[in-house]
């Protein structure tokens, strides 16, 4: 059965994550206490309701624990999304993840029960910033405080040698998990596989490591 989706709280975060989703093809119940917002969004997700999710009748109400997965979004309320988050996990709602404004924010969350949380402004901070030092990071996705996966453009050094002549892993720990050539990926690339012009390489390893590889190849 395909996962259903609540998000609480449709700000800038929230609403462009239940918009991605409903895109995707999932189920998503959107929830916010601004008639406004409730009103802009009616046309975006499956359903959007306008209800106070710290009251925990509403949300017995609307069946929030026959959801799979819950997004705390709500903005800069630090005490609601701490509330809704522990009612969340009391109606037995499978996984919760709520969103942090802060290193603090976010300790709390996790005492109280998040199973994962997140730092989208933080997040989008860091990726911005590898793109800025970098002309060849396209984007970067954080698997965790030390790990990433990043997208870069192949570097004119990098340009018709092999994965084995690049040495990639003995010498940096990154690891090219695929390879974007146009609207083509090669998933798992071999070591007699050679990096083209535009390519787009998509390489897993530390942060410390791909940061020397960024340096050591940077135009």
Known sequence: MQKQFVII?????????????TNMGYDVLAIDSNV??????????????????????????????????????????????ILVTVLLK???????????????HGRVLEKVGADKVVYPERDMGIRIAHQLI???????????????VQEVLAPPKLIDKTLKELDLRPRFGVSVMAIKRGGE???????????KARDVLVVLGSNVELARFEEEYHE
């Open 134 to 148: 970098s002309t060849n990071v396209l984007d970067q996705i954080e698997l965790s405080s030390d790990f990433s």
């Open 9 to 21: 709280g449709i700000g800038r975060f929230g609403s462009s994550l239940a918009r991605t989703l």
């Open 36 to 81: 406004e917002r409730v009103q802009n969004f009616t046309s975006e997700v499956t359903h959007v309701v306008e209800a106070d999710a710290t009251e925990p009748e509403t949300l017995k109400a609307l069946g929030i624990g026959n959801f799979d997965v819950a997004v705390v979004a709500i903005g800069d309320c630090i005490q609601a999304s």
């Open 90 to 104: 009391d109606l037995g709602v499978k996984k919760v993840v709520a969103k942090a404004i802060n290193d603090l």
């Open 185 to 195: 990926i090669l998933v798992n690339p071999g070591a007699d596989d050679t990096v």
